[in-house]
Structures are given as structure tokens and as C-alpha cells.
């Protein structure tokens, strides 16, 4: 099986700032373990424009390709409102130069350029030889991050519910959406009322997946403070995070008990807040220096108006930071309904100052949140929900292939064939040369299983790979 992956980056200078990388990155370890026979590409930003290596995105992996092009617009100074936008002729290029031209081939592609994704379907389909197959050459996913609905910053940028109207369109084109976060989907269903048929809708929700958010929660350490000294205050300094509640929270705790604040931003941070006698600042703080403050920090708060399964305040909790969170539906896709450390805006001073004053209470609370959501979003579970459905499309597709019999007359009952050895000089029924997707599959209706290797691919019956050693079914 072999998969695109475009994930959007809305911090385009730091790709490793990117949930939308970040998760994908555990996805993609997560299948390389349950699948030897996987081959993973992406199409990211070149590595010294996003400020990414090779190793951050397993591409010193053999079985993962990197394919690097400037994005759309990503010359101009207004680039930043393009970052889900269309794909770039480059981009393109890069896909039918580093894929297709070196024999390769994508069943799955995983998009998040929601006004770009049918250009990019368009061109893997014309790839895969898709008007003269028999099959699809190829499904597409459309990975819904954070839904631009009207409430939300993204949603609200462009007149009439222009973001929303647009994405949930798009959706409805693709062969299967991925939602980050469960509220999305349930989202969706109620605004998509007002923007499509019936019919359309239901058919991109019927089949949707909640992919969770995955966290390695093994990279923290959960440990507390005999009693809180520190408030960190993390993460961007965006409006819907409200940062002025936080800091007059941290007010009141300084005031009551003495307790500080640790502000570590990814943005600059203004001087209002940097200023403040409690206050230690870190403007622009690098992911570095962001981990060593967890282990500096003793609460956390959260008080945004929307998040999608949120990272920070989490990797915050695991370790070892009281979370505070404001009563918001998207918290109960990662927390215990009955999750005890949870206010309304106005009144998460008061949480804060009976979190402090019944310590013990709080820190216990906290652990069993942290339990909560090591299931909820391990990466194990994250990366098996996935997996499974990438599966699911390539076997639904070689259900159906008849190989031919010029296909078998060329294998000769070989145990291993490139690709490119069959590709020309099959024919399909009518004494045409056989599709490229019609050749893939016809290969794994035969019992042949792509070996996953990088450039050309090659295909080896199961018996010469040693039968089970994968976990995916044989063939595919």
C-alpha cells in the first residue's frame, strides 16, 4: 500500500509548530510498525523554508519519501492566507517526478488543501490512468484539522460563511473525510443543514472517521509540586485563547499566594503582558525551550472559545500541571465528562483559587484526567483507527479485479517482478497496454504484495515475504 500525505501548514516558517504535522508524523510511525510492506510520501514545503529535517518526518526512513515544493502563493506577502489553498504547478511536479515517473504509484492520498484537493485529485487519477481503468487508481481522504466553521477565527475571516461553505463542499467530492476531533463531525452535521442536500451530506458523514489527536504521553514526565509556585501560561498568543482571562487569573494567584507565571509563547508577547512584576516571558519560544518550561510549570490553563483536541494543555497536564479548563464542548472529546477542574469563562479565577487551596484534591483530579486521556488519544489507537481505514479502501478496490489472463501469462509463476517489467507489454482484454492501476491490482488479486520499497516499486508473492510478518492482508 502506498499513501500521500499533504498536511496544511498554517505555521509555514515552523513546520515542527504544525498539529497538523505533528499528528500526521505519529500516524505515519504508527503504520510503518503495523506494516512492512507500507510505503509513505509526502509533500511538504522544502525543509529550509518550513525549518524541518528529514528525520522529523521518518524520511530517513527506506520506506517513506519526501517531496519537497514551494507551496501556492508561498512567494507573496499575502502567502500566509493560502496555506489550505490550491497546489502550485511545482507542487504537481513534484508529485508525477518523485512518485510516477520512478514507476510509483498512490492508492490513498490524505489532503488538507481544502480548496486545492480536486486539482490534486484530478492530476492523480490522470497519473494512475484512471480513464482507461477498470478500478480507481487512487481514493481521496480529506483530513479535516479543524472545521472553518462561522464561531471559529479561520471561519469567521471571509463573508458569507464563505471558509465553511467551502470546505464542507469540498468534502462531499473526496472518498472519505477524517476528522481530527468528533465535535467536528457532529458540527458539520448540524451547519451542513444549512449549506447542503441531504443526500450529499450523509453520504461524507456515513462513513467518517474521528481520528483523535495522538500524544505519546511516554515523552512526559508526570510529576508534582508539593505546592504550586508556578503558573505557565503556553502556547499562541491568538485571540480565541483569550490570553487577557488568563493573565487576570495569574493576577489573582500572585495576589493570594504568591504564585508566578511562566508565559511562553510562540508569537511575540506584548508588552502589557511581558511587563506585569509575576510575569516571566518567553516571546517566540522555541519547542525546546517549551518542553524544559513543563517541567518548570505547576497549573496550566485553558481558556480558549474553540480547539479541536488541543495539544499543549495536555502535553501540559502530563506533566504534572493541574489543568484548568474553561467549559467548552470540544473538551469532552478528551476529558471525563465529570472532570471536576472546569469553569465557565468568568469564573476560572475561582477554579484556580479552590484548585490551589485544595491541592491535593486538585492533583488528584488531574492524574485521572491524564489516565482519561492517555486512551483517548494514544498514539497506538490513533495510529490503528487510521491504518485501518487506508486498508479498508485498497481491499474494497482488488475485490473487484479480474487480473486477466495476459497478467498471469507475464508473471510465469515469478516470485518477485518490478513493476516497470510488467508496465507496456500487459494487455487488457481489448489488446490494450493494461492501466497502471489495473496493473497494481490485478497483481495483488493474484497474491503478490507490493514490498514497499522506495523508486521502483516491487512485488513479491507472500510466501517470499515470509507469509504473516505483516499485519495487513496479503495482497495489498
Known sequence: MRVLIVPELYRPDDATANGTLNDAVTWVEQWLERDESLHVYWLLAPR???????????????RVTLLEAEPYMADSEYGDAFSESGYAERELAAVREGIYAEGGYVDVVVDQRVTGRFDLYKWLLRLGDHETADVQPVELVA????????????????PNDAPMKTE??????????WFKAGVDAERMADYGRDV??????????????????PIDFE??????????????????????KNPGVMLDVAETLYEEFGVRTLLTNMDPIVDAFAEREYVRAVPECS???????????????????????????????????????RDRPWIYDCVPEDYDLVADLDDLGALAVRAVERWEEAVAENRRMVEHVRTVRSPERCGRRTYDDLRRRVASRREHVDPGPDLRRALGGVRSVALDELRGRVTDDDGDPMALADLVFGLRALGYRDAGNPGMPVFETVAERGGGASVAEPGE
Not at 529550509?48 to 527506506?62: F, G, I, K, P, Q
Not at 464542507?168 to 473525510?177: E, F, I, L, S, Y
Request: negative net charge; charged residues 30%.
Open 48 to 62: 529550509e523554508s518550513a525549518n524541518y529535517d528529514r528525520e522529523y518526518v521518518l524520511a530517513d526512513r527506506e
Open 143 to 158: 483530513n479535516v484539522h479543524d472545521l472553518r466553521l462561522p464561531f471559529k477565527r479561520h471561519g469567521a475571516l471571509y
Open 168 to 177: 464542507m463542499a469540498g468534502a462531499t467530492g473526496a472518498d472519505g473525510v
Open 196 to 213: 447542503l442536500a441531504e443526500e450529499p451530506l450523509s453520504d461524507a458523514l456515513d462513513d467518517a472517521l474521528a481520528t483523535g489527536s
Open 219 to 240: 515523552r512526559f514526565e508526570e510529576s508534582y509540586a508539593d505546592s504550586p509556585e508556578w503558573l505557565h501560561v503556553a502556547g499562541s498568543g491568538w485571540d480565541k
Open 287 to 325: 519547542r525546546e525551550r517549551y518542553e524544559r518550561a513543563l517541567d518548570c510549570g505547576d497549573i496550566a490553563i485553558c481558556a480558549s472559545n474553540h480547539e479541536t483536541m488541543a495539544r499543549t494543555p495536555f502535553e501540559q497536564a502530563a506533566s504534572g500541571q493541574v489543568l484548568l479548563l
